[in-house]
């Protein structure tokens, strides 16, 4: 099976600019999950979609917000970026509910100026 | 909200020794997953520990899940270069249902 995958893999953004993020999980995986990876505070949970649904949210932001498309895909948008979003954005995929047992993709490396 | 407190923060270590990696919370997990995080890409899932006492092996990698399902360590027989990496304990937090990851041990392993 094929991993997960992200796209972009970098991406150079300025101050009050948006961005999207994509992810597309491992075939059959329903659940999808991002979480915003830097080295001060380490891996923190974003949010979780299962079946188009976002059932679980991580205490970012409203500038922080997702989806996720009936074919399980998901994208993940932050509007009016500043500093501090630099980060690697992760996404992880489960077959189950609640989040158990991840595989990542590579992550998106986000720097904004 | 539960934490994950790893220790140590930093390792670096001979090619040969062994390790161990802890990975403790004052509260109860229904079951903890070990990743491997190498530069520059995503958390690799390594295991997943679920009742207490639990021991699993892995190539030279052994976990082990506590008693009272607070605690696992990972120790690593015969450290190879290729060990380094960012080791990261995970567990889902029992009062949000937040996947919630711990502060992670840096590994390296010097040839």
């Known amino acids: 099976k094929a991993g997960v995958t992200q796209t972009p893999r970098y991406l150079i953004k300025t101050r009050g600019q948006q961005v999207t993020l994509s992810c597309s999980p491992i075939?059959?995986?329903?659940?999808v999950s991002w979480y915003q990876q830097t080295p001060g505070q380490g891996l923190q949970f974003l949010f979780e979609y299962f079946s188009e649904t976002q059932r679980n949210k991580g205490n970012f932001p409203g500038r922080f917000s997702g989806r996720q498309f009936s074919n399980s895909r998901s994208e993940m948008n932050v509007s009016t970026l500043e500093l501090g979003d630099s980060a690697l954005y992760l996404c992880a995929s489960s077959s189950l509910e609640g989040s158990y047992e991840q595989y990542f993709g590579p992550g998106t490396r986000l720097t904004v100026t | 909200t539960q934490l994950l407190e790893q220790s140590p923060q930093f390792l670096s270590i001979q090619e040969g020794e062994n390790l161990t990696v802890y990975c403790n919370s004052s509260?109860?997990?229904?079951?903890l997953q070990w990743y491997r995080q190498e530069p520059g890409e995503g958390p690799v899932l390594l295991v997943t520990?679920?009742?207490?006492?639990e021991v699993k092996k892995l190539k030279r990698l052994t976990f082990q899940f506590g008693d009272a399902r607070k605690d696992s360590s990972l120790h690593i027989t015969a450290a190879q270069p290729g060990d380094t990496g960012l080791y990261l304990c995970a567990g889902v937090d029992s009062g949000t249902y937040k996947y919630i990851f711990g502060t992670g041990t840096r590994l390296k392993v010097l040839a």
């Open positions: 509260s109860v997990f229904s079951s």
């Open positions: 075939s059959g995986h329903r659940s």
């Open positions: 520990v679920v009742t207490g006492g």
